[in-house]
């Protein structure tokens, strides 16, 4: 789908809300339900949380959809503070603390200095969340992404995860851990696969522009096969 064909679905959408307000004007909680719809229309904003335990890609994953090196990433636990990331027209990273509610300002170059376990142990500075601000084409369009989910847990007293996502929207999860991918035996499956000796139904392939697209087709069941994202 292209930004064009995402726009004219996005009037249609308005359209078809609209339609529905109409039904019954004299239904408060109809008009609400609608002018809320239409709200997170306009809003124009796709949530996207990178949620998972200690050390497992998740700054990386998210670093190769912005195009750059913007959130710290390593072998060893390295996030204590959540990070969200929405565009901006200059880079920089909005600190909110915990305790005094108050606000601060600072470059991106010294992010590290207060997210990281080793810049921040334990979140011995008390940060609630870093908002990182970014002039990134897939931000500017309207994601907005959320990071640093750690210690196995899904929520925290200072941030709970579930309460960012709204209602009406599809929610997808995927659990595993590197012991899952190390007892996979790729060294006998590949050449297997290559050869053709182990077919794979493979039903589309998308490039990962195109993966709400992707999502789409999933959740409709409509691949007929496995569905493959090209990076």
């Known amino acids: 789908m292209d930004l064009k064909e995402y726009e004219q679905r996005k009037f ?36 996207l949380m990178v949620v998972g335990r200690f050390s497992r890609g998740k700054s990386t994953l998210m670093n190769a959809i912005l195009g750059g090196d913007y959130l710290p990433s ?13 565009y901006g027209s200059r880079p920089q990273v909005v600190l909110h603390f915990r305790d005094s509610g108050l606000n601060r300002e600072v470059p991106l170059s010294p992010l590290d200095e207060y997210v990281t376990q080793k810049g921040n142990p334990g979140n011995a500075k008390k940060i609630g969340w870093a908002e990182i601000q970014l002039s990134v084409e897939i931000l500017r369009r309207g994601f907005f992404f959320v990071d640093g989910m750690v210690g ?24 595993g851990s590197p012991q899952d991918f190390v007892r996979t035996p790729l060294d006998q499956l590949i050449p297997k696969i290559a050869s053709g000796a182990l077919p794979v139904q493979v039903g589309k392939v998308f490039h990962l522009d ?7 087709c999933m959740e409709e069941n409509q691949a007929g096969g496995k569905i493959v994202v090209l990076t």
């Not at 609209?18 to 809003?43: P, V």
């Not at 390593?74 to 929405?86: C, F, H, K, Y």
């Open 74 to 86: 390593g072998i060893v636990p390295m996030t204590s503070v959540i990070t969200t990331v929405r």
């Open 210 to 216: 195109d993966i709400v697209e992707a999502h789409r």
């Open 12 to 47: 249609h959408l308005a359209e078809i809300i609209r339609s529905a307000q109409a039904i019954n004007t004299k239904s408060t909680e109809l008009n609400g339900d609608c002018r809320e719809l239409l709200a997170r229309l306009a809003e124009d904003q796709f949530n």
């Open 152 to 175: 196995n847990k899904w929520s925290f007293s200072e941030f709970a995860s579930m309460d960012v996502i709204p209602t009406a929207v599809c929610l997808t999860t995927y659990d």
